[in-house]
């Protein structure tokens, strides 16, 4: 089965950065958008970023544009988050997806997506 394992969370000073990776298995990588989104606590899943197919084009969400960069390589199955600048309000489980709808890049709605990854925790202190 279709497995995305997210990896490069962390606790992070404000102001600091991370990079969160996402390897994806038995998925034919090169075939789907990818995106990330994130939870924070008792809030609703929030779209971060999505990349198309081919790493050509790439969306954000405005809290997090100038900040953060997706990107991905195919050869390695593997999209990446480069985070930036990290805010406390950037606290959240941070997940990977496969975009499940035929969009490319892929959508900005978590119904969108057909595959996920476990999360990882992101924690930014003040």
């Known amino acids: 089965q279709v497995q995305l394992v997210e990896s490069g969370g962390g606790l992070v000073q404000a102001g600091g950065s991370l990079r969160l990776s996402c390897a994806a298995s038995?998925?034919?990588?090169?075939?789907?958008?990818m995106g990330w989104f994130r939870q924070a606590p008792g809030k609703e899943l929030e779209f971060v970023s999505t990349?198309?197919?081919?790493?050509?084009?790439?969306y954000y969400g405005d809290s997090v544009k100038g900040r953060f960069t997706i990107s991905r390589d195919n050869a390695k199955n593997t999209v990446y988050l480069q985070m930036n600048s990290l805010k406390p309000e950037d606290t959240a489980v941070y997940y990977c997806?496969?975009?499940?709808?035929?969009?490319?890049?892929?959508?900005?709605?978590?119904?969108?997506?057909?595959?996920w990854g476990q999360g990882t925790q992101v924690t930014v202190s003040s």
């Open positions: 990349i198309s197919r081919s790493g050509g084009r790439t």
């Open positions: 997806a496969a975009d499940g709808s035929g969009r490319d890049p892929g959508g900005r709605h978590p119904y969108e997506y057909r595959y």
């Open positions: 038995r998925l034919t990588f090169s075939s789907y958008g």
